[in-house]
Each structure stands twice: as structure tokens, then as C-alpha cells.
């Protein structure tokens, strides 16, 4: 029987790919480090998770395809703490970031149109790509730059008429990266130039070490090209809740969301609710979150540091860093790590990189490192990491 080419083509998750090896070795009696995958081990603020406990109406209706009326209140009223102003049609609720980039890419994009993307990007991109048959147009950004926005005639020379916008992710995800107030304007400049959208997701916005963030929305004269992409589920700890927001002034672009909105309806009801009383929570719950993460962050980048042959910089925001590893193979070095190795009966599971990147080979040493465990099983894990690449290069370089 038929399969959709389209979907059969789908690559699967790179960051789960190799989840089978971590359940067997797990099987084995192996602890496994999870440094793959950005689910983080944060307490979901109690606000939110009250709000599911105390969740009163007596049956679990269909809401506004816009999300509940409160909930994008509480959304304008949360980016005003970020200098930006908005109406609540501005904010639409979405069922998670990934259905906003899937319905960004479908309200902007034919088939067969172009997104121009900086490579190593979120690979569920490409996924949501191919679901609304929209091509990424790749520019690469380099480790050895800190993957620093590549030169802006880069992204000018890929502009063609099928171009429906240009994507960045900041702070990025997979690269730890923050664009700086001189490449965003650049960036939005050439957008204006070429008359085309900017599409940033920021659903990282909320994790930045070392300076504020300025969300691509506070850029004056703009506006009416920007659309951004924002989610509660990294900001909160809640991702299994799956609730995230367009937002953008554009009104062409918000009447023509709307119709793939009420296509599936609603977002879930007892999620909003609870992300509604999550914006509630304390401003010190978030400095708290970010605290943990920075002090993680540089817990992991200097031990990586330290290991031999390891190429990594210290990355600004996220929970995330590209690490290029002194392997022939990041994917074989993954797996042996989980299948052949182990160090006092623990290893670690990492995300090979190559399929963060459009262009073949560029990521084949690289892997993207999640720092989402607490310091102590870091320091177990960068141990294991340490030994496992002794241990491969004794056995295959
Ligand atoms: C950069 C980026 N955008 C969007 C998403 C989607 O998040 P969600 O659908 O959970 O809101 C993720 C999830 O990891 C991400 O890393």
C-alpha cells in the first residue's frame, strides 16, 4: 500500500535516533547520561501545576482557535516586562513552538518556496520543512566563529523570488549563540531591502548568561515584517504541556494563521491554564532557572575544555552547546559510547550534530551537548565522556 514520499523521506530525530541503544543499555544494568536531549530536570513552577489540579470547568471544551482570551492577556502582559508592546490579536496560542514554526512555514510558504537557515539549526526544522514541502536554503555558521551570524551577503545572494523568509533561532538552539543588536539589525535591514519576512524563534529568550535579550519584536520599524515564535515549554519546564505562541503585527499574516488555527481547532484547554498561572509565578522563579542553567553551563564548557582534542566555546544562552570531537565519527562514537562502553557502569548519550546541518559532512564531528542535568551527574558525565573518547581512539583511530 502507498506511503506518502513526503513523510517516508522524514528522517528520524537525530536527538532520538539512538534512543534504542540507551534502553538496552540501560537493559544492561548501564546508567545513562542523557546530555541528547533539552527536557529539562527543573521543577515546573506549582502556580502551574496547581492550575491542573484545581482545573474546575465540568467538561474539557473546545476553546478559541486564537487560545483562551486570558492566557494571550497574560502573554502581552509578559512581553511588556521585554520592552514590547502589543495587542492581544497580536499573540496567537499555539500548540507548542513546533506548531507555530509548522504554521509560520504553511502561512508564509507554496510548496517548493525557500526558508533561508542558518546550519547547525533545531533539527525538527527540517521536519516542518518537509511537512509543508517548503525547501531550507542553508548558510553555514562556523565553530570556529562561535557561529556568529554568517556574512549578511550570504543570506542576500539566496535571495530569490521563492524566498518566503529567513529563520533565525536566538539564543540558538543547537549552538548556544545570541545574535548581537548589530547582526538582528542587519539581518532586519536586508529583510525590509528584499521585502521579505524575518521569522526568530526565541522560545530560549527567557536563558541568556550574560547580557538582557532583545526580543526581535522591540526593533522599531519592523514590525510589520516579523514574526515570532515562542513557547512555555523550556521557560517553565513544562514541554509536555505544549503551548506556545505566534506573534507578530503583521495583520495579512494574522488573518491567514487564523484559518490553519481553526482547522484543528483549539489548543489544548488544561495546558493554557496552566501556562496561565505559570506567567504568574514569581520573576525570581525564572532568575532562579537561569542561575542553575549558567552555573551549569560553565561547569560543562570548562570541563569540556579540558578534555583533549575537544572544540567547544562557552555559549551565551540556551541550555546547548556544538562540540567538535576529536573523532572520525560523531554518530559511530554515540553508539559505541552506549553499546561498547562503560565507565563504572555509567556512560553518557550525546546528539551527533550532522544532522543539525543541511550540507553534508560539515557536522559529522561535531555533536550538539544538552546541559540539562544537575552538576553532580554533569561531573560524572564529563568523566565518562573523557574515558569513552580514550577508549575509542584506542580502539579505532
Ligand atoms: C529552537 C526550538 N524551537 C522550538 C522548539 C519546540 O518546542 P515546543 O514545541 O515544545 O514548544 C524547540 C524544542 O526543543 C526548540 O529547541
Known sequence: ????????????SPIRRLSPYAVAA????????????????IKTPDEALNAVRNYSKPNIP?????GLYELREGVVDYYKQHSVDLDVDDVLITTGGSEALQFAFMTLCDPFDEIIIPEPYYTNVTSFARTAMVNLVPITSRIEDSFSLPPIEEFEKRITRKTGAI??????????????????????ELCKKKDIFLIVDEVYREFCYEEEFSSVLSYEGYEDRVVCIDSFSKRYSMCGSRIGAVVTKNSEFKANILKLSQARLCPPDIEQVAALAALKTAPSYLEEVKQEYKKRRDFLSQGLKKIDGVIC?????????????????????????LNEFNYENETVMIAPAEDFY???AIGKKQARIAYVLNTNDLARALICLEKGLEAYKEKYL
Open 62 to 66: 473546545y476553546g478559541p482557535s486564537e
Open 26 to 41: 540501560t537493559k544492561r544494568g548501564i546508567k545513562v547520561h542523557y546530555l541528547n536531549i533539552g527536557q529539562p530536570d
Open 313 to 337: 566555546s562557552t555559549p551565551k544562552g540556551a541550555f546547548y552547546m556544538v562540540a567538535q570531537l576529536p573523532v572520525d565519527d560523531a554518530e559511530k562514537f554515540a553508539i559505541f559510547m
Open 358 to 360: 543541511v550540507t553534508p
Open 167 to 188: 529563520l533565525l533561532c536566538s539564543p540558538n538552539n543547537p549552538t548556544g549563540y545570541i545574535y548581537t543588536n548589530d547582526e538582528m539589525k542587519s539581518i532586519l
Open 1 to 12: 500500500m502507498q506511503m506518502s514520499h513526503r513523510i517516508s523521506g522524514f528522517q528520524c
